[in-house]
C-alpha cells in the first residue's frame, strides 16, 4: 500500500483536509440551495395541485351550470307555453262571452224592435180608424146634410174602435 501512495502521491492529510471541506461545502450547499429549493419546489407542487384542482371543481361547477342553464331554460319554455295557452283559453271565452254578449243584444233590440214596430202598427191603425171615422162622419153630414153633435161623434167612434 505503500507503493501505492507514493506512486498517487497521497497525503492524508490533504485528503482529511479536502473531505472536511466537500462535508462543509455540501452543508451549506444543503441549506442555503437544497432546502429552499425543496421549499419552493414544494409550494410550486401545492400551487399546481391546487391549480388542477380548481380547474376540476370549475369544470364541475361549469357542468352543473350548464345542466342548471338548460333545465331553467326548458322550465321558461314550458311556463311560456302554459300561458301561451291559457291566454289562448281566455281569448277563445272572452270571444265566445263577446258573441254570447252580442247576440243577447242582437235579440234585443229585434225584440224592441217588434215593440216599436207594433206601437207604431197599433199607432196607425188607431189614427187610420180615427181617419176613417172622420171620413165616414162627413160622408153622413154629407148624406144628411146636418152637422151632428160631438155626442154622436164619440158614439160612432167608440163603436167603430170596437170593430
Same mark, same amino acid.
Given at each position: 500500500?505503500?507503493?501505492?501512495?507514493?506512486?498517487?502521491?497521497?497525503?492524508?492529510?490533504?485528503? $482529511?483536509?479536502?473531505?472536511?471541506?466537500?462535508?462543509?461545502?455540501?452543508?451549506?450547499?444543503?441549506?442555503?440551495?437544497?432546502?429552499?429549493?425543496?421549499?419552493?419546489?414544494?409550494?410550486? /407542487?401545492?400551487?399546481?395541485?391546487?391549480?388542477?384542482?380548481?380547474?376540476?371543481?370549475?369544470?364541475?361547477?361549469?357542468?352543473? /351550470?350548464?345542466?342548471?342553464?338548460?333545465?331553467? $331554460?326548458?322550465?321558461?319554455?314550458?311556463?311560456?307555453?302554459?300561458?301561451?295557452? %291559457?291566454?289562448?283559453?281566455?281569448?277563445?271565452?272572452?270571444?265566445?262571452?263577446?258573441?254570447?254578449?252580442?247576440?243577447?243584444?242582437?235579440?234585443?233590440?229585434?225584440?224592441?224592435?217588434?215593440?216599436?214596430?207594433?206601437?207604431?202598427? /197599433?199607432? $196607425?191603425?188607431?189614427?187610420?180608424?180615427?181617419? $176613417?171615422?172622420?171620413?165616414?162622419?162627413?160622408? /153622413?153630414?154629407?148624406?144628411? %146634410?146636418?152637422?151632428?153633435?160631438?155626442?154622436?161623434?164619440?158614439?160612432?167612434?167608440?163603436?167603430?174602435?170596437?170593430?
Amino acid at each position: 500500500m505503500d507503493s501505492f501512495i507514493s506512486t498517487f502521491h497521497i497525503d492524508w492529510k490533504i485528503i $482529511i483536509a479536502q473531505s472536511i471541506n466537500f462535508v462543509i461545502v455540501l452543508a451549506v450547499l444543503y441549506f442555503l440551495l437544497v432546502k429552499p429549493l425543496k421549499k419552493l419546489m414544494s409550494e410550486r /407542487t401545492g400551487t399546481i395541485e391546487g391549480g388542477l384542482n380548481d380547474a376540476k371543481a370549475n369544470a364541475e361547477l361549469l357542468a352543473n /351550470t350548464k345542466k342548471e342553464y338548460d333545465q331553467v $331554460i326548458s322550465n321558461a319554455r314550458n311556463e311560456a307555453h302554459n300561458i301561451f295557452q %291559457e291566454g289562448k283559453k281566455d281569448a277563445e271565452a272572452k270571444k265566445a262571452e263577446m258573441m254570447e254578449k252580442a247576440k243577447k243584444e242582437v235579440d234585443n233590440m229585434i225584440i224592441n224592435g217588434k215593440k216599436v214596430l207594433e206601437s207604431e202598427k /197599433t199607432k $196607425i191603425i188607431d189614427e187610420a180608424k180615427q181617419e $176613417i171615422v172622420s171620413l165616414v162622419v162627413l160622408a /153622413t153630414e154629407k148624406l144628411l %146634410e146636418t152637422h151632428p153633435d160631438k155626442e154622436f161623434e164619440d158614439k160612432s167612434v167608440n163603436k167603430l174602435k170596437k170593430i
